[in-house]
């Protein structure tokens, strides 16, 4: 198991840090795997240079299975972020068993236990990715032990279906502290929203866009050497 792996690989990465994600299905877009082989996409990620790979486990909203994420820990040697509605600590254990490097904390979800959690999955060696959406959330996200903190464009209750857009990464990372590594999420589908994430931001979480792109492999690599300035 790599140890915190994903934030070392975002704060060690010479060129833009894209968390590249295998995703199967959207709520807004539907099945976005269209017949392909996952593990087929999984390398077009490797070799475009992404610093890690996100997976969604939750079956119900988007079709995800946790025993496909185990089968992705063991294929690829890049960090692991499983993202789920995560609320129980039995589910931050199975992560780490599985081979996972790092799991999605959601604010919302867990409000006051929100610090307990962090420093569970911290104790079993997962980094943490705290995400948040609201000024009010991020405050309670400053004040944990997390690696990661993690602006989710779009607000996940409304499940994807509302149209976000990097202006909430603009408006609340210059307000995160450097010590933790400040993801953008979601919403980012062009170059010139990358660009505006990355100024503000140290790495990028993208799903949609690269599962819609007609190759995958070019458009990240699009990504990850495009010049921020």
Do not use: W
């Not at 490797?46 to 946790?66: H, L, M, N, Q, W």
């Not at 972020?81 to 790092?102: C, H, N, P």
Request: net charge negative; hydrophobic share 40%.
């Amino acid at each position: 198991m790599v140890i915190f792996g994903l934030s070392r690989a975002i704060r060690r990465s010479s060129k833009n840090a894209i968390i590249a994600e295998l995703k199967v299905y959207s709520p807004k877009y539907g099945d976005l795997l269209r017949g392909r082989d996952p593990l087929e996409i999984l390398r077009k990620y490797e070799r475009a240079g992404a610093v890690g790979i996100s997976y969604i486990t939750d079956p119900k909203y988007f079709k995800g299975s946790f025993d496909f994420f185990r089968k992705l820990c063991q294929e690829t040697e890049l960090p692991v972020l499983r993202k789920d509605f995560i609320k129980t600590k039995e589910e931050i254990e199975r992560t780490a068993e599985a081979g996972g490097s790092a799991i999605l904390l959601i604010t919302r979800l867990l409000k006051d236990d929100l610090p307990e959690f962090v420093d569970y999955a911290r104790e079993h060696g997962l980094d943490t990715l705290v995400e948040v959406h609201t000024l009010e959330e991020l405050r309670i996200a400053i004040q944990t032990n997390s690696t990661m903190i993690g602006i989710n464009n779009r607000d996940i209750g409304k499940l994807e279906l509302d149209d976000g857009n990097v202006s909430l990464t603009e408006k609340l990372a210059p307000l995160i502290p450097d010590r933790y590594v400040k993801v953008s999420e979601s919403g980012i589908s062009t170059i010139e929203d990358l660009k505006r994430a990355l100024r503000v931001a140290d790495a990028a979480l993208i799903g949609t866009a690269l599962m819609k792109a007609e190759d995958p492999e070019e458009l990240l690599r699009k990504f990850v050497e495009v010049e921020i300035c």
